[in-house]
């Protein structure tokens, strides 16, 4: 791994260590306001028997609005997120909610299917102000507390991912799909405003044209082996991530089990509980562990996928592995970006853009794995496989470090 050289991070960040720390009322604002933004993603995905019903279409075409999200989302991280390196982000996000508050309100009040596609894609280029908020965050935060912040804004933006489909499922069954995006909405709006009044100022932005800022990310994951390692990381850690997830459900709604879909959304609490310990990943990379801790992180998640093995024949060892599994992938996401964050201070928001297109591809392959391996093979393939590429990660971390180790010995 080649190593990195902090001197550019520390001067950069020297705006950032002359700042007070920031106040524990302001790092839980970034991380709710991250966490609402996220979850904008994914409060279609329950509804969508009830909406074609309501709509009058199959449930094919009502399957769309899962995909128009991701893919207007998909759009917002590689077009949108990368204006954080030449933008004052405290305007940039409050703006990207603004707007998402309107999206959502065209959502709730959308006619037909097409409509509500469209207003989907919008809603998803808008609401990458998760995306924006986090290296703000980084930025903000002082060298001595940086994986603290960064931990706690991303347990938000983690916390809002998984409470979003039983957030969703709940409203509509009390008050019906519409009054999701009409409360989405409201909740966009009050958000921003608060953003707007309270949020710190911006550290000054380099000025850069916006083509060549977007040319430029490749060349800094192809100048930068440490970033290219801790970008595999996050596309292999989501790809575990969305294999478990998808193959729990086919799990949990066959034999034994035959759960209805509100009870394999009861699930995601579990999943919860793990985002919120994988928090405290941030002090070990605040007091230098980091390393250490992606390496223990890994082996962690190779035990919790032997565990969630076992939980096909029990639902308390099931609920024991989703807690391990997510608190060691968690913590990975955390400490990835923390140690993506400290080694390019100037390009925090293309560097984010790059981590989270790698981690959406690797998610997007682990959805289409997950359905192959059940067919082939079942819950037992499912844990297998994603085992092993933890354990091959493992492998990944141990060779780099100990190379690290030798050359620092040379």
């Known amino acids: 791994m080649k190593r990195v050289d902090t001197a550019p991070a520390r ?6 260590v002359e700042r007070a720390p920031l106040s524990r009322g302001v790092v839980l604002l970034l991380a709710v306001a991250s966490g609402a933004a996220v979850g904008n993603l994914y409060y279609a995905q329950p509804l969508l028997d009830v909406i074609a019903r309501d709509l009058h279409v199959g449930q094919g075409t009502a399957g769309l609005l899962v995909t128009a999200t991701q893919v207007g989302y998909a759009l917002g991280i590689m077009f949108i997120v990368p204006l954080g390196d030449i933008r004052s982000r405290r305007r ?9 508050a309107a999206c959502l309100a065209a959502c709730a009040v959308a006619p037909g299917i097409t409509i509500l596609v469209l207003a989907l894609v919008a809603v998803g280029v808008s609401t990458v102000a998760g995306q924006i908020l986090i290296p703000f ?18 347990s938000g933006a983690l916390t809002g991912i998984l409470a979003a489909r039983v957030v969703s499922g709940l409203i509509a069954g009390a008050l019906g799909w519409r009054a999701v995006f009409v409360i989405a909405a409201v909740v966009m709006l009050l958000l921003a405003l608060v953003l707007a009044r309270t949020i710190p100022h911006d550290i000054p932005r380099q000025r850069q044209p916006y083509g060549a800022l977007l040319r430029s990310i ?24 969305s294999v ?13 089990y035959s759960y209805s879909t509100f009870v394999i959304g009861l699930f995601g609490l579990a999943g919860l509980v793990g985002a919120v310990a994988a928090q405290g990943s941030g002090r070990l990379h605040d007091r230098g562990w980091s390393v250490r801790a992606t390496g223990l992180s890994w082996l962690l998640a190779v035990v919790a996928w032997a565990v969630c093995d076992i939980g096909r024949f029990s639902v308390p060892w099931l609920v024991i592995g989703i807690v391990l599994l997510d608190v060691a992938i968690q913590s990975q996401r955390i400490l990835n970006q923390a140690q993506m964050f400290q080694a390019s201070p100037q390009a925090r928001s293309r560097v984010n853009t790059a981590y989270i297109t790698g981690s959406f591809v690797g998610g997007a392959v682990g959805s289409v794995v997950a359905s192959a ?15 092993g590429l933890c354990a091959a990660s493992f492998v990944l971390w141990l060779v780099t470090t100990l190379r690290a180790r030798a050359l620092r010995t040379t």
């Open 11 to 16: 001067q950069a960040g020297a705006a950032a």
């Open 373 to 387: 391996l059940w067919a082939a093979g079942g819950w037992n393939a499912v844990c297998i496989v994603g085992g």
């Open 92 to 100: 940039l996000a409050p703006l990207m909610m603004l707007l998402s």
């Open 137 to 154: 965050a980084s930025d903000l935060a002082t060298d001595a507390d940086r994986g603290r912040v960064v931990g706690i804004v991303l």
């Open 218 to 241: 490749p060349g800094l994951v192809r100048g930068d082996t440490t970033l290219q390692i801790v970008l595999l990381y996050g596309a292999v850690s989501f790809g575990a991530f």
């Open 244 to 256: 478990f997830w998808t193959g729990l459900t086919f799990l949990l709604s066959g034999p034994p």
